[in-house]
């Protein structure tokens, strides 16, 4: 209905308004003012309704972006450890903090380890100290047979510390202290544990019976290996013997946890072996320090040996303490697409990796954090570049390109631990760098640890004919080469025919001072065993494995063997009846190629060190070869790096690993000897001016250099340079100084006495030491089968350049100034001239010889004399064969003669023929 419209009207007596001034006065009516609209209800409700939702849309805008800002602002908090405490204790957060002041946010648990050096223990003192849990040493070394008196092995504390601990409540562990090097010592040392716990009645009267009650372990059994008395048991066989030792216990009941205790030392060279895998979970590792510095799994951190006995309520003045630990950690991978690897473990710590093969593929990485809804502590995932990987809250890393390196870092939400991940996309290369037949210099070997630094993943090696030749080198025989190479940070060296030119059994001993391995796979010594088979060293912990060897970058394992030719071997023979032959080639390489095969390696190299004739490099790579590194060439071909470049270069070669799992081999020019010399300066500079610099605090961390060097693809050109160079000059100071180090060794060796020079009783009937000299050459010459000599051919022993030694005590000094500097003994042909020339000019040759002219029969004549002397001889000449280092021959020589030098050395009597001695 319209609305009816109304005329407003002033009321009866309102006052007029006024007229406005300078208005006209009017009486006419006044327009009528339009009414207001009367409102409509349903039109009114539906302004309402739109004004409601447009402030609930506003509302809801509003509420995303904060929301969104506040999401993208959250994160991991900044961490709270509370006030530090004293060195080993803990906090009111309940925090341990280490000697320095630094929190162990891993440490969980406290506790200590005893035995009868700690006395009788009040452990309610130590349980009212803090002490969580105890290990208790229950004795050392095997089960008494009855046989021998005095019998103690048991730990005297042992039942009064199990006793006690049972009484308080302490959880508590025990540990044997071994001395096992056969499987049947280890079982007799089971066979003690087994007694002392209860789990068997003692074998003879005179023992403990502790059967009536039996101690329940709440730790494991831990075995202890640390004595120098086991340390030429070989790592192989002391995972035996530990697998020998555990097995006994369960034979006797024993279903509790089984752990091992050694150094940080131990664990990363000798516990490398596959072997040591099972008990990897329950490692009790020692390392006096306030940080462990070990990545790889374990449970238990022994961490100091000097907390106040006192405190603990122990009578000796100190005490060990340990704890338990639990450290955020990477375990492994829950989905992935395409072909992803990592977490893997490299060397003797473990290196968080995943690789992936393109764009667009993924992998979710796990955490040994449980998750929120099972009591866990929120994690935080990040990537430092996401136009290389990003990473979701649940750690799904997905590629967003085909090549390129990031890192994924995952951070608990207290902010207390943080792990991190390299992830790297697409293709991946290790270089490979090696040399051969440095005749024992180490001029480049500086230079090749700076290369090798300052390439990221690469691998160093020695090809061969590298251990003798020159003055330092003779004065060990080869030991100062195998510890230069380790100096230098080589990862393998490998064993050629020349290097073993004076017997294997001084160059045993020697590889035994030098660490990382050394390959002769195919080389056999006089008994048919292998050479280098196995090795030990206890000063380095390190293992010579001849046979083969696999080392690890980038997550993939790369496997090395050495093959020598069996022809050539079987011309050689060593000094001393100490002759070396080889396994068929063929055979050898077929062996050890099926060998790194079954342990999982991703490419397999052959280093040849002496090559035979034919198409030998063919039929390698048929046969499962990836690649071929050949110490007798000085140039590449098909797969295959001539590393024979003496000392003008390193050889080079990438492995490039390929998405989909294959290997490529890319052949590089090599490094010349120019470009090192030119990269030194650079190197010293650097050196010079981080000398000056105050150190990084992570400078001494390698996981962050690691971790740092393998994210330079990603980083700009400048600062990927300058990070090389640095990691350059790093390795070329180290290095060098270590050199330096060696040959001052050389020094200390050259003034220590070797041998007593005594005087003949009967002067008169001496040989001259010249005469000697040559009669050692030809003795060389005569225990050679393969000389290649004509039949019937003579031989003329000649010493040059020779000084008798003043009679007394001879360093090595001495000797070497008595015989010609750096001289090699060399088998030659030369014309029958040149050979009367020589004897004429006053050379000392053999005794017998020396008593009459010497009158060589034809044109053509051999001789064996030293690479000095032929320098002198005034004609051409041929060298058949090159027996190496004069010194190194008569000091074993005379090594032999005087019982290890244990005796004093005199020259033989002169023969006597009825002939006048001859001058």
């Known amino acids: 209905m319209p609305e009816e419209r109304k005329i407003y009207r002033a009321p009866a007596g309102a006052a007029k308004t006024p007229a406005r001034a300078g208005a006209p006065r009017t009486n006419a009516p006044q327009p009528p003012r339009r009414p207001k609209r009367r409102p409509n209800k349903r039109r009114r409700s539906r302004l309402v309704l739109g004004v409601c939702l447009l402030c609930l849309l506003v509302t809801l805008v509003v509420s995303l972006v904060l929301t969104r800002c506040a999401s993208e602002a959250e994160g991991p908090a900044q961490p709270d450890y509370g006030t530090p405490a004293a060195a080993w204790q803990k ?18 648990l406290k506790g200590m380890d005893v035995s009868k050096f700690q006395g009788e223990v009040d452990w309610e003192t130590a349980k009212n100290a803090g002490i969580d849990f105890a290990i208790i040493r229950c004795g050392f070394g095997g089960e008494w047979d009855g046989q021998e008196e005095g019998w103690a092995q048991d730990d005297p504390q042992w039942r009064r510390n199990a006793d006690e601990c049972t009484r308080l409540g302490i959880p508590f562990g025990t540990y044997l202290y071994s001395y096992a090097t056969t499987v049947e010592e280890a079982r007799s040392e089971a066979d003690h544990v087994a007694r002392l716990l209860g789990l068997t009645a003692p074998p003879q009267e005179g023992l403990d019976d502790y059967t009536a009650t039996p101690y329940q372990l709440s730790y494991p059994v831990y075995y202890d290996l640390e004595d120098k008395y086991i340390s030429g048991v070989f790592p192989a066989e002391m995972a035996e013997l530990t697998e020998a030792f555990f097995s006994r216990l369960e034979e006797y009941g024993y279903t509790g946890k089984q752990g091992i205790y050694a150094s940080l030392n131990w664990v990363r060279a ?7 895998d099972k008990w990897r979970d329950n490692l009790w590792i020692a390392r006096f320090s306030d940080k462990l510095g070990y990545t790889g799994t374990y449970d238990m951190w022994q961490s100091t040996y000097s907390a106040p006995g006192a405190d603990y309520g122990v009578q000796s003045e100190t005490v060990d303490l340990d704890f338990v630990m639990r450290p955020f950690a990477l375990t492994g991978l829950t989905s992935a697409n395409g072909k992803a690897a990592g977490p893997v473990l490299v060397n003797d710590t473990r290196t968080d990796e995943l690789h992936l093969d393109g764009k667009d593929t993924y992998a979710t990485l796990a955490t040994n954090e449980p998750g929120e809804d099972a009591g866990g502590r929120r994690v935080y995932w990040t990537t430092s570049d996401k136009t290389v990987a990003t990473v979701d809250k649940n750690g799904t890393v997905r590629a967003r390109t085909d090549s390129g390196e990031c890192t994924i870092t995952a951070t608990l939400a207290d902010g207390t631990e943080s792990i991190s991940c390299l992830v790297r996309v697409g293709d991946i290369t290790v270089p490979v760098f090696a040399t051969a037949n440095l005749a024992g210099e180490r001029t480049t070997l500086a230079d090749a640890a700076a290369l090798k630094a300052s390439t990221p993943d690469s691998i160093l090696l020695d090809a061969g004919n590298a251990l003798h030749g020159t003055t330092s080198a003779s004065l060990t025989g080869g030991m100062d080469m195998l510890s230069a190479f380790s100096a230098a940070g080589y990862d393998l060296q490998a064993m050629a025919l020349e290097d073993f030119a004076y017997g294997t059994t001084r160059l045993l001993s020697d590889a035994n001072m030098g660490s990382g391995p050394s390959l002769a796979s195919n080389i056999l010594n006089n008994e048919a065993t292998a050479v280098f088979y196995r090795s030990t060293s206890w000063n380095r912990n390190r293992v010579t494995n001849g046979m083969y060897t696999i080392v690890e970058r980038a997550g993939y394992k790369i496997g090395f063997f050495a093959l020598n030719d069996t022809a050539q071997a079987a011309q050689y023979s060593a000094a001393n009846g100490e002759y070396i032959t080889a396994r068929d080639w063929a055979d050898t390489a077929k062996e050890q190629i099926a060998a790194l095969q079954n342990a999982g390696c991703d490419a397999i190299l052959a280093v040849a060190s002496t090559a035979p004739a034919g198409d030998w490099q063919k039929a390698l790579l048929n046969s499962g070869v990836t690649a071929i590194i050949d110490a007798t060439a000085s140039e590449n071909g098909t797969n295959v790096l001539g590393a024979g470049l003496g000392l003008d270069g390193v050889a080079r070669m990438n492995l490039v690993f390929t998405q989909g799992g294959g290997c490529r ?4 020019e090599p490094v010349s000897a120019a470009a090192l010399e030119s990269s030194r300066n650079r190197w010293l500079s650097l050196s010079a001016a981080a000398a000056t610099e105050t150190a990084q605090p992570d400078a001494a961390d390698p996981d962050k250099d690691t971790e740092a060097a393998g994210g330079k693809d990603t980083a700009a050109p400048t600062e990927t340079v300058d990070e090389a160079q640095q990691a350059g ?3 070329y100071a180290y290095a060098a100084a270590k050199l330096s180090a060696l ?27 010249g005469n000697y000299l040559a009669a050692l050459y030809a003795g060389i010459a005569a225990a050679d089968p393969a000389s290649g000599l004509p039949e019937g051919a003579a031989v003329e022993a000649m010493a040059g350049g020779v000084t008798e030694p003043e009679y007394g005590d001879i360093t090595r000094g001495d000797l070497m100034n008595a015989l010609p500097a750096t001289a090699r003994i060399q088998l030659v042909s030369t014309t029958a001239d040149a050979a009367r020339a020589l004897a004429d000019s006053g050379v000392s ?13 034809g044109d053509v004549v051999y001789l064996i004399t030293d690479s000095t002397t ?39 009597e002169a023969p006597q023929y009825g002939v006048g001695r001859r001058g």
């Open 729 to 731: 000059a790093e390795a």
């Open 91 to 108: 906090n009111e957060l309940g925090y341990y903090f280490n000697a320095s002041g630094q929190a162990i946010p891993a440490a969980v």
């Open 870 to 908: 032929l320098a002198s001889l005034g004609a051409d000449y041929t060298v058949l064969r090159d027996y190496g280092d004069v010194f190194w021959a008569v000091r074993m020589n005379i090594n032999d003669l005087t019982n290890n030098f244990t005796e004093n050395f005199t020259l033989p």
């Open 845 to 857: 040759r053999v005794y017998q010889n020396s008593l009459t002219e010497y009158a060589p029969a």
């Open 270 to 276: 000798r516990f490398s072996d596959p072997g040591f």
């Open 665 to 668: 081999v890319e052949l590089q």
């Open 743 to 769: 040959d001052a060794d050389d020094q200390s060796i050259l003034y220590t006495p070797l041998f007593t020079y005594a005087e003949n009783p009967d002067a008169s009937r001496t040989i001259s030491f």
